[in-house]
């Protein structure tokens, strides 16, 4: 098999809008039970719960043709996508989870308008019929009606998870009359059930529309706490004294247990220290760096402990990961950026044997998920971010690697070949964000990004992502300087 030539990226098999399932310690669901919550609905009257089937499903009266909406608020880090995605094996909130659970569960990351648009599409897709012929891309109506008019065609219930949707713009659009979370249905005969959970920092109940069910997160009770922290670790059940310890450090935030989990397992894998004195350890650890956040903290020495087993570029390739868009990044940037000298500001370039073992052991410590597609925590993001404020000679280094990156693999991008079709909605929120990236205005990268904007957006335009196309290249590319 020849090699691929330097810049030409390949497939891109990995579903940008998959189901995060990284969040559970097990394959699956497989991860502890969340926090007790009431159940609301009426259970039918011949049912004992688990014990009996249900012979049908009871549609509840929905007034005006208005679907469920729920939206799980909250500050980072307190498992508002942990929550949406329990929703996903549970059941339902308006009815019975013991009865039924949702047979068509489509996740859409929401964190941009490029992102929103190439995921309701990638919905489009998975609706589809088997066996049926393939839409045309322009058919009648926006995106959002056709997910809609797609769900509500089901004959089965289904669940739409909005994830990360803290643009305060794009969540007015999405509850306008023509939005995905509109307060009225297109009219058609619906045989299915289904509810739509919305994930967002945006607590303020001004900002949702009164149809809107709003639930607060927040740090988990103890018990649930140490049970994750526990399965993170890999610890044996029996062992609760010094996890709950560490776990009371943290302050029971999903995000900051996951971490330290991860941090214990890789310290007792590679070391051979018991579970509880290590745990004691990183407690005594976090003690002394009082003056940062729990996630701040966890993340510096995660890095640390990346360090010391010799993992000498994680916190460089972190840094670039960082900066790009808070959306799913191809690991195929990063290999191709290494196979033709991917340098980091202050060492010697990264080969690429050295690079898969740096995201490998980013995805061990819980830093980076993903494999085809790496993702960062949005609040690991915005610690690495804060850093790179304080270091005014890396972060343009970094950004000037960020957009030979996008340059170079958006002029390879061959419009006509299929195997390239799913690069042209994965790059659009990353070259959005690198129009935007810290450190002093550049006319020859100005100029880059133009061009290469031009060329993103044609091919978005092809392929039906109109919406994403004008957000790429409004017609003016903004200066890269703060």
Known sequence: MEPRPVGVPGPLKDDLHGLPTHLYPDRLYGGPALPDRPVRGVRTTWSRGRLHAPLGLRRPALPLQRVPVRAFVGPGGTGKTLRALDESHTGGHNWDPYLWS????????????????????????????????????????????????????????????????????????????????????????????????????????????????????????????????????????????????????????????????????????????????????????????????????????????????????????????????????????????????????????IAEEDLARTVTALREIGLVHGKALLTVDPLVREAMRAELDDEPETAPALGAVLVDLLDRTVHALDPDDPAHTPWWPALAPHLNAARTLPGTADPHRDARLTAAAQVLAAGLRRHGHTRSARLVHPGTVHGTGS
Request: glycine residues 12%.
């Open 102 to 349: 949702y047979r068509t569960i489509s996740w859409v990351s929401a964190r941009d308008g490029a992102s929103l648009e190439s995921g309701l599409l990638k919905a489009l897709e998975r609706l589809r019929p088997r066996g049926g012929t393939p839409a045309p891309r322009r058919t009648a109506g926006t995106p959002e009606d056709r997910v809609l008019r797609a769900l509500h065609a089901l004959e089965s219930p289904w669940l739409l998870i909005l994830d990360g949707l803290d643009d305060p713009d794009l969540l007015r659009r999405a509850q306008a009359p023509d939005g995905i979370l509109r307060q009225r249905m297109p009219r058609g005969p619906w045989p299915s059930v289904g509810e739509i959970v919305v994930t967002s920092r945006i607590a303020a109940r001004t900002a949702w529309g009164p149809w809107v069910s709003l639930a607060g997160t927040g740090p988990w009770h103890r018990g649930a706490a140490i049970e994750l922290l526990r399965a993170h670790t890999g610890a044996a059940t029996g062992q609760h004294t010094e996890l709950a310890a560490l776990a009371d450090r943290v302050g029971y935030l999903p995000l900051a247990l996951r971490l330290a989990g991860r941090h214990l397992h890789v310290l007792t894998a590679t070391t051979g220290t018991a579970p509880g004195d290590a745990a004691a350890g990183l407690a005594g650890a976090l003690d002394g760096a009082r003056g940062r956040g729990a996630v701040p903290a966890l993340c510096g020495l995660n890095l640390g402990l990346l360090a010391d087993r010799g993992v000498r570029h994680a916190r460089p390739v972190l840094a670039l990961l960082c900066l790009f868009a808070a959306e799913p990044v191809p690991a195929a940037l990063l290999t191709s950026a290494a196979a033709a000298g991917l340098r980091t500001p202050d060492g010697p370039p």
